[in-house]
């Protein structure tokens, strides 16, 4: 069923925890485009120096992550790689989950079109192997931009839900398998000082 409001309004390190391995939906001219998501990582604004709204700084690109759990930021990295987050814990609590890698699920050739301009068939090994190991990637897969940044991850646009049959789809078998999670440092954050260390990212593991 499509995750409610509740699952987000928790500790943002647990909800990126249960995260993995649930269905990131994203419905484009009508046909759900869908990633299974196997990487997160957690930013908690009020202790992390990695945080956009650190110590609850409030500005126009920050403005999101006040808004209430289950709503999605969305913002622009280098000037050219969008990164989506799921807004967490209570309203005018600035803290988000990223979502930095999944597997394709639902229409492939429609991610692989959004993301390499052909459909998987035509890709290279070297493409399927990065294909959506990157928030930018994954984004670009799922033609999300800053025009969704704000949405509701609770409509049918765009949603998560924790099995492909809720959606009309056929579950794999290999995702009915249990599998570990591995903690670690997050990427990219080198400025961050203590924060550098928080083990706050998440992956999918044997």
């Known amino acids: 069923m499509k995750l409610s409001q509740d699952f987000y309004n928790r ?3 647990q909800v990126a925890r ?3 391995g649930k269905y990131l939906v994203r419905v484009q001219d009508g046909l759900p485009l869908v990633v299974r998501i ?3 990582e957690a930013y908690i604004g009020r202790v992390d120096k990695a945080c956009h709204a650190y110590h609850y700084r409030r500005t126009a690109r920050t403005e999101t992550l006040f808004a209430p759990p289950g709503t999605a930021y969305i913002y622009l990295i280098y000037g050219m790689y969008h990164c989506l987050n799921f807004v967490t814990e209570p309203e005018n609590e600035p803290c988000a989950v990223l979502i930095r890698g999944g597997q ?3 229409n492939p050739d429609f991610l ?3 993301r390499y301009g052909k459909p998987l068939g035509q890709l290279s090994a ?3 192997k990065h294909f959506l190991n990157g928030p930018g990637k994954l984004c670009k897969a799922l033609a999300l931009t800053r025009a969704e940044n704000g949405c509701s991850l609770l409509g049918d646009t765009l949603f998560v839900c924790d099995r492909l049959e809720d959606i009309g789809l056929t579950t794999p078998a290999e995702d009915l398998l249990p599998f570990s999670i591995q903690e670690g440092p997050r990427v990219g954050i080198d400025y961050a000082e203590e924060a ?3 083990p706050w990212r998440y992956l999918m593991g044997p």
Request: proline share 0%.
């Open 126 to 128: 070297y493409q399927r």
């Open 11 to 13: 500790d943002t390190c």
């Open 104 to 106: 394709a699920r639902g």
């Open 18 to 20: 249960e995260l993995l």
């Open 112 to 114: 692989a079109q959004n």
């Open 196 to 198: 550098v260390d928080f």
């Open 38 to 40: 196997n990487e997160t």
